[in-house]
């Protein structure tokens, strides 16, 4: 008879897109319970849309401060997460960008060889995650 051995697991990169969301957050809890082996590494990537986009619309205000207030939303968002992978003792890294969040997302996808993508919500509010599931 062999003596028993756990499995052996080979390190993998794992990336997770949040959007700080309870859903999201919720996601993200249980993968690091469900999906994690202690040798991975977690990257979390947190895309905001360009303020740019929306700094011309704003009829009163400054679209500089506008910007400045969403670049430190977006850092908030991705730090609550990474604060939970620190208590955890999680290898991992984090990337903050600016832009379109699908073309990101996947850029970041083909560019980082990953052996797993995470998403913990597609941005849709409950009643429209409800009908389209």
Same mark, same amino acid.
């Given at each position: +008879? ?10 993998? *990169?794992?990336?997770f897109a949040v959007d700080g969301s309870n859903a999201c957050l919720h996601a993200f809890l249980w993968a ?25 619309n704003l009829i009163a205000g400054d679209p500089k401060a506008f910007a400045q207030q969403v670049q430190k ?15 955890? *003792?999680? +290898?991992? +890294?984090?990337?903050? *960008? ?8 996947? #850029? ?20 429209? #995650?409800?009908?389209?599931?």
């Amino acid at each position: +008879s062999f003596p028993h051995q756990e499995p052996i697991t080979m390190p993998r *990169k794992l990336l997770f897109a949040v959007d700080g969301s309870n859903a999201c957050l919720h996601a993200f809890l249980w993968a690091m319970d469900n999906v994690h082996n202690s040798d991975d590494h977690w990257t979390i990537i947190h895309v905001y849309e360009d303020p740019a986009i929306y700094a011309e619309n704003l009829i009163a205000g400054d679209p500089k401060a506008f910007a400045q207030q969403v670049q430190k939303h977006a850092e908030h968002v991705l730090s609550t997460f990474e604060k939970r992978l620190l208590e955890k *003792k999680i +290898s991992h +890294s984090t990337i903050l *960008k600016g832009g379109s969040v699908k073309e990101e997302i996947v #850029r970041e996808t083909e560019t980082g060889k990953y052996q797993m993508l995470l998403i913990g919500s597609r941005g849709m509010g409950g009643v429209k #995650r409800a009908l389209i599931g």
